[in-house]
């Protein structure tokens, strides 16, 4: 059974499909239940955090899906999963925004990151020294939970189901750590033993800054895929406060192209290795 985020996100798919299924508008639905058509809505799309077992069960029975049938049962399993909270919850003081819970359910995580090392890469001394410098500085202990909620976040990928993470680091975010040597030593350190090990479902690729300006880039990105037909794939663009969460398939399908782009002109796996390895004898 998937997290409490997915959960929700396959409980919408799965409500949309069985109301066209039936040849139903959110209006006729609300008029036979006697809702507002935004209660409706606010179902389907998953704008309620925690839709109830009553209101999913009436929407079941309004698309003709009979009691005591497998599908009926797969449905409020999900209504129930839904409703659960994710580790997450535990670190709502120093994380904002849904990203978190959406990045633990996946199963595959493609980034490209020209600035910073991605989140699920990052060392412990890193992710402290990343939170001191943020835009809206932490207090001393929300920057040690913050950084505990880094681990909790890279604990993901030593799952025996983790997802594939596929990362492009650009040169520039390698060499932007070289203020501080030894940090730099230990994350470079990190990213090598990471790229080396090729059972554990990571790549690691580096863009040369030569390159950068010929990849068409312009910024991070993150794409998150996920397993099941009613789960459909986004885009994460961060921003200070939290970011950009694209869903069109046209913008997947552009942002797949970028990503494709730069795993073509980056360096591969091995010669990323290469170049960190370089930088660590500077």
Same mark, same amino acid.
């Not at 069960?57 to 129930?80: N, W």
């Given at each position: 059974?998937?997290?409490?985020?997915?959960?929700?996100?396959?409980?919408?798919?799965?409500?949309?499909?069985?109301?066209?299924?039936?040849?139903?508008?959110?209006?006729?639905?609300?008029?036979?239940?006697?809702?507002?058509?935004?209660?409706?809505?606010?179902?389907? #799309?998953?704008?309620? %955090?925690?839709?109830?077992?009553?209101?999913? $069960? !009436?929407? *079941?029975?309004?698309? =003709?899906?009979?009691?005591?049938?497998?599908?009926?049962?797969?449905?409020?399993?999900?209504?129930?999963?839904?409703?659960?909270?994710?580790?997450?919850?535990?670190?709502?003081?120093?994380?904002?925004?849904?990203?978190?819970?959406?990045?633990?359910?996946?199963?595959?995580?493609?980034?490209?990151?020209?600035?910073?090392?991605?989140?699920?890469?990052? #060392?412990?001394?890193? %992710?402290?020294?990343?939170?001191?410098?943020? $835009? !809206?500085? *932490?207090?001393?202990? =929300?920057?040690?939970?913050?950084?505990?909620?880094?681990?909790?976040?890279?604990?993901?990928?030593?799952?025996?189901?983790?997802?594939?993470?596929?990362?492009?680091?650009?040169?520039?975010?390698?060499?932007?750590?070289?203020?501080?040597?030894?940090?730099?030593?230990?994350?470079?350190?990190?990213?090598?033993?990471?790229?080396?090990?090729?059972?554990?479902?990571?790549?690691?690729?580096?863009?040369?800054?030569?390159?950068?300006?010929?990849?068409?880039?312009?910024?991070?990105?993150?794409?998150?895929?996920?397993?099941?037909?009613?789960?459909?794939?986004?885009?994460?663009?961060?921003?200070?406060?939290?970011?950009?969460?694209?869903?069109?398939?046209?913008?997947?399908?552009?942002?797949?192209?970028?990503?494709?782009?730069?795993?073509?002109?980056?360096?591969?796996?091995?010669?990323?290795?290469?170049?960190?390895?370089?930088?660590?004898?500077?």
């Amino acid at each position: 059974m998937p997290g409490p985020t997915i959960s929700r996100r396959q409980l919408s798919g799965v409500l949309r499909r069985l109301r066209r299924d039936g040849s139903l508008t959110l209006e006729e639905v609300a008029d036979r239940l006697e809702w507002s058509s935004a209660k409706v809505s606010n179902i389907e #799309t998953g704008r309620t %955090a925690k839709p109830s077992v009553t209101d999913v $069960s !009436a929407l *079941l029975r309004v698309y =003709e899906v009979a009691e005591g049938t497998a599908e009926h049962d797969e449905v409020l399993a999900l209504v129930r999963q839904s409703r659960k909270p994710g580790w997450w919850h535990r670190y709502g003081d120093v994380l904002t925004g849904a990203y978190v819970s959406l990045e633990a359910e996946a199963t595959r995580i493609s980034t490209y990151e020209p600035i910073v090392i991605p989140g699920l890469l990052q #060392t412990e001394n890193y %992710a402290r020294l990343h939170q001191k410098a943020a $835009s !809206a500085p *932490l207090a001393t202990d =929300e920057i040690e939970r913050a950084v505990e909620a880094r681990k909790q976040r890279q604990a993901l990928l030593a799952r025996p189901d983790a997802p594939r993470l596929w990362a492009i680091i650009d040169e520039n975010a390698l060499r932007r750590m070289e203020s501080e040597p030894e940090m730099m030593q230990e994350q470079l350190e990190h990213l090598v033993i990471v790229g080396e090990d090729t059972a554990n479902g990571v790549t690691l690729q580096v863009m040369p800054t030569a390159k950068s300006f010929r990849s068409g880039l312009v910024g991070p990105f993150v794409i998150l895929e996920y397993s099941g037909p009613d789960i459909a794939p986004f885009v994460f663009l961060e921003t200070d406060t939290d970011g950009l969460y694209l869903e069109r398939p046209e913008e997947i399908e552009r942002y797949r192209t970028l990503l494709e782009q730069a795993q073509s002109i980056a360096l591969d796996p091995h010669e990323s290795v290469e170049l960190m390895r370089s930088l660590m004898r500077q």
